[in-house]
T-cell receptor
Framework: DAGITQSPRHKVTETGTPVTLRCHQTENHRYMYWYRQDPGHGLRLIHYSYGVKDTDKGEVSDGYSVSRSKTEDFLLTLESATSSQTSVYFC?????????????FGDGTRLSIL | KQEVTQIPAALSVPEGENLVLNCSFTDSAIYNLQWFRQDPGKGLTSLLLIQSSQREQTSGRLNASLDKSSGRSTLYIAASQPGDSATYLCAVSPDNDYKLSFGAGTTVTVRA
């Protein structure tokens, strides 16, 4: 068990509202990632972090921001949610800094924007 | 930009048959390749990780091969069981931040 908790697990909100998703890890892994999963697209990287206050953009970062003020927490924020951001969001961690250990994923947050 | 393709998108086999799942990627400069399993409504479970210097990895009934030069990986599942029914995703890490580029997955149904 990689000790990854995502909250909330489900959320329904309206267009234009801000939304923050939280990813919490119980271990001190350096690398954390946010992906979204949509039918026909597989998973796509939104943002990732390689340390406290160290973050970078992924493939589909427009409309999203992230913050990492503590090693164990990685927050994903939709400043003004749009219907195109309806998706399942997954947080992941990488166990190693040498690329020889797998990534582990949380159970996902299902976000619906009406 | 790394493109990862999994064909076929769906596969149905009778119980006991061996499964062969294919993954191709466009840029051979990868750090590692991973195979994941995803059950409906659930997260991803890592099955196998192959580092760029390796050619295959095995775990129980699962065997994954990697041919970097041709941009291909194959996941073999021996003697399939109904419990193997799931979506299988491959993903490659193109750099040392270990970001993953995913294929869209192959959905497998094993018929009892």
């Amino acid at each position: 068990d990689a000790g990854i908790t995502q909250s909330p697990r489900h959320k329904v909100t309206e267009t234009g509202t801000p939304v923050t998703l939280r990813c919490h890890q119980t271990e001190n892994h350096r690398y954390m990632y946010w992906y979204r999963q949509d039918p026909g697209h597989g998973l796509r990287l939104i943002h990732y972090s390689y340390g406290v206050k160290d973050t970078d953009k992924g493939e589909v970062s427009d409309g999203y921001s992230v913050s990492r003020s503590k090693t164990e927490d990685f927050l994903l924020t939709l400043e003004s949610a749009t219907s195109s951001q309806t998706s399942v969001y997954f947080c992941a961690i990488s166990e190693s800094e040498e690329g020889n250990q797998p990534q582990h994923f949380g159970d996902g947050t299902r976000l619906s924007i009406l | 930009k790394q493109e990862v393709t999994q064909i076929p998108a769906a596969l149905s086999v009778p119980e006991g048959e061996n499964l062969v799942l294919n993954c191709s990627f466009t840029d051979s400069a990868i750090y590692n390749l991973q195979w994941f399993r995803q059950d409906p409504g659930k997260g991803l479970t890592s099955l196998l990780l192959i580092q760029s210097s390796q050619r295959e990895q095995t775990s129980g009934r699962l065997n994954a091969s990697l041919d970097k030069s041709s941009g291909r990986s194959t996941l073999y599942i021996a003697a399939s069981q109904p419990g193997d029914s799931a979506t299988y995703l491959c993903a490659v890490s193109p750099d040392n931040d270990y970001k993953l580029s995913f294929g869209a997955g192959t959905t497998v149904t094993v018929r009892a």
